[in-house]
């Protein structure tokens, strides 16, 4: 081999990028020749200089902020008229604090508390990069996700065939308590399945509730609270729960 | 006044996201080092990311990073071109009269002549970007980026040989600029 091939094949020699047969010619050549050799240990050494010192550029805050700005923002459309509702009832519970009817308003405060933290959450949950924690179509790989960061082991179920698709898990927070999420899409609309211990073991069929223009499915089963809540339609929710239901009962 | 990416599917802009935010810096870095110009670079990136979501849709490979560049080089030809027409500028003037003038002269080295010290990042991109086009994007989508000969290749629209043989110009030149370096701070 000659220096004017080495000399270039001295470079895919350090990139790795030469068979066995090529290389063993080349390390031959440079084995006899030290001018060969003196520059492909300086290319090795830039090579090294580079990689230690670095030689790259941060980009600037501001320029991620405006591609950012210029994409689509990964949420669903706020709908504007369900954000207004949501102020209308607030404003409602004010004006029946106001008149004194506190004590009735009070009886049913937990649960559209816990209701209205769901809905919270939910939303939450839209915004930019929220929605999972744990990203994966497979429930093997979302469940054991779960363990460790909750007291509660939440079933996840794949219910792909049924039109619900896994897309991954969230550790969320209601009413100061850690929680598991466990979302579901279908077509543009994301599920939320929130699951928590309870200390009833009983079962409570399903109530459907709309809150802000969410739909949100609640009930439990055996010592676990459940809350789907969706942007779906209430018959599509109620589609969802049973399925969730049963999958979960035929699982023994 | 804002650009604004035209397709309004929240879901292809997560993926988006997910898949071409994490070679923001990399990105930045490539259009750094071909425009040699911060507002430059920053202009051509953030069309690179535009252009590139437009074509999100069709994207089946290959590795994401090099698909980037493929675009970002685009991107940053079309500004090689405008520049060529455009009034030149003082900054130009100056970014112009360094490519025609090498800064270094390219001398036969000798295994006497041997890099003896390691230079700071700073003086590194400095070395780095007096290289002339277009030894210095074989360069560093090599040495900074870290693709393979045949990613380089797709990238730069020129055969794996073409690769090869401007890589090994740029490194001697580099070599010799290093060594020249060397010479001067003594």
């Known amino acids: 081999m000659t220096c004017d091939e080495a000399e270039v094949l001295l470079h895919a020699l350090i990139d790795g990028e030469l068979d066995a047969g090529h290389a063993h010619e080349v390390e031959s050549h440079i084995a006899g020749c030290p001018r060969c050799a003196a520059a492909l240990r300086d290319y090795r050494e830039i090579s090294k200089a580079i990689a230690e010192a670095g030689a790259g550029y941060a980009a600037p805050a501001a320029l ?32 029946l604090a106001a008149t004194g009817l506190v004590a009735i308003v009070l009886r049913h405060d937990d649960v559209e508390r816990i209701q209205s933290e769901v809905v919270s959450a939910h939303l939450r949950s839209l915004q930019a990069g929220h929605l999972t924690d744990v990203v994966s179509t497979d429930q093997h790989t979302v469940k054991p996700w779960f363990n460790g960061k909750l007291d509660v082991s939440p079933p996840v179920i794949d219910l792909t065939a049924q039109g619900f698709t896994l897309i991954g898990g969230r550790l969320d927070y209601i009413d100061a308590r850690a929680i598991g999420a466990v979302v579901y899409r279908r077509r543009q609309h994301v ?33 676990l609270n459940y809350w789907a809540v969706s942007d779906l339609a209430k018959d599509e929710l109620a589609d969802f729960g049973e399925r969730f239901e049963s999958a979960i009962r035929a699982t023994g | 006044m804002p650009i604004k990416a035209t397709d309004d599917d929240p879901e292809k802009a997560r993926r988006f996201r997910e898949a071409a935010l994490p070679y923001l810096d990399d990105a930045y870095t490539l259009a750094r080092y071909l425009l040699r110009n911060a507002d430059d670079a920053e202009d051509a990136v953030q069309e690179c990311y535009l252009r590139a979501y437009r074509h999100f849709g069709s994207y089946r490979g290959p590795a994401m990073k090099p698909w980037l560049f493929a675009i970002l080089r685009n991107v940053c030809r079309a500004e090689y071109a405008r520049r060529a027409t455009a009034p030149t500028s003082a900054i130009e003037d100056v970014a ?50 870290n693709l393979s000969y045949r990613e380089i290749a797709e990238v730069a629209e020129v055969p794996v040989g073409t690769v090869m043989s401007r890589l090994a110009r740029a490194r001697a030149m580099l070599r010799s600029a290093w ?8």
Do not use: C, Y
């Open chain 1, 64 to 95: 991620r902020q405006r591609i950012e700005a210029a994409l689509p923002q990964p949420r669903q459309a706020p709908n504007r008229r369900a954000v207004l509702r949501g102020f209308a009832m607030g404003s409602a519970v004010s004006a």
């Open chain 1, 191 to 223: 599920i939320n399945l929130f699951v928590s211990q309870t200390s009833s073991t009983e079962r409570r069929p399903a109530k459907i509730d709309t809150i802000q223009g969410f739909n949100i499915r609640h009930w439990s089963d055996r010592g």
């Open chain 2, 96 to 145: 112009e009269s360094a490519e025609q003038t090498p800064l270094w002269h390219e001398t036969q080295e000798t295994p006497e002549a041997q890099l003896q010290r390691r230079w700071d990042s700073d003086t590194i991109r400095r070395l780095v970007t007096a290289l002339a086009e277009p030894f210095r994007e074989t360069f560093v989508l090599r040495e900074i980026q």
């Open chain 2, 179 to 186: 060594l020249a370096e060397e010479e001067q701070r003594k």
